[in-house]
């Protein structure tokens, strides 16, 4: 065991250099000059944010003789061995030739077209579904829609419209109407009093001669008789004219 570590040679100062470059290969940008065989050893251990870093650090220098085939592995890791199959029978058929760095960003952006056409939508559904639910809502009227009235109260609207003044001749009605209440009720009690009075005139003249006194106690009785008819008369005549005038 002594021996076989004693016969192994200790790392070259390049493999030493190599190494350290592999621990530290995220702090790694401009590699112009570099031999391409120690890149090659160094970039197939960067992901590929880093490798992707590296060749925009380097610009004067064309990186694709190592990366390219690093960025066929991302290709394939990303989008699946069926995909660069297709890709490949595809440029042969087409005899053309496409660095794998390109072929990955084209097919990036179109992912990218993709899915934010989907998310499009996908926006668009829930805004259909939302504005479908809105709709179904009930919603509060603002303005009140008008009655359906009867056709008398309607009648009777359009006439209170018309005369201009609807609340003064609607009181004025009720005005009108309360009193012509009061003066049936006057003469009802107007009628009853003359009533009350023929009535007792009536008796009054036909009551027995002891109950008479001054001028209708020396009147003959066919005198009597006769004022008594011109009384009741006169009383008809006022009753009837009170009723006239109560009503007109």
């Not at 179904?136 to 309607?154: D, I």
């Not at 009802?188 to 036909?206: M, Y």
Request: glycine share 4%; hydrophobic share 30%.
């Amino acid at each position: 065991m002594l021996i076989e570590r004693l016969s192994k040679k200790p790392p070259s100062l390049v493999d030493l250099c190599v190494r350290l470059a592999i621990d530290n290969v995220r702090y790694i940008g401009y590699v112009g000059g570099v031999d391409f065989q120690l890149l090659e050893k160094i970039l197939q251990h960067c992901t590929l944010e880093q490798l992707m870093h590296i060749e925009d650090s380097t610009p004067d220098t064309d990186l694709s003789p190592v990366t390219n085939e690093l960025w066929k592995r991302f290709y394939e890791k990303q989008y699946g061995a069926k995909n660069l199959s297709f890709v490949m029978e595809k440029m042969e058929r087409s005899k053309v030739n496409f660095k794998w760095r390109e072929l990955y960003e084209a097919k990036l952006k179109v992912v990218e077209e993709d899915e934010k056409e989907a998310v499009d939508r996908l926006k668009q559904r829930y805004k259909n579904e939302d504005a479908r639910k809105q709709s179904r809502q009930t919603k509060l009227c603002a303005k009140t829609p008008p009655m359906k009235n009867p056709s008398g109260v309607t009648s009777l609207c359009d006439s209170f419209e018309s005369s201009g003044n609807s609340g003064s001749s609607y009181n004025l009605s009720n005005v009108k109407s309360n009193i012509m209440k009061k003066a049936k009720l006057d003469v009802l009690k107007e009628v009853k009093n003359l009533t009350a009075i023929k009535r007792n005139t009536i008796q009054k003249g036909f009551s027995s001669p002891s109950k008479r006194t001054g001028l209708s106690a020396n009147m003959p009785s066919t005198s009597r008789s006769s004022y008594c008819g011109e009384q009741v008369n006169n009383l008809t005549a006022v009753k009837r004219n009170t009723v006239q005038k109560s009503f007109r």
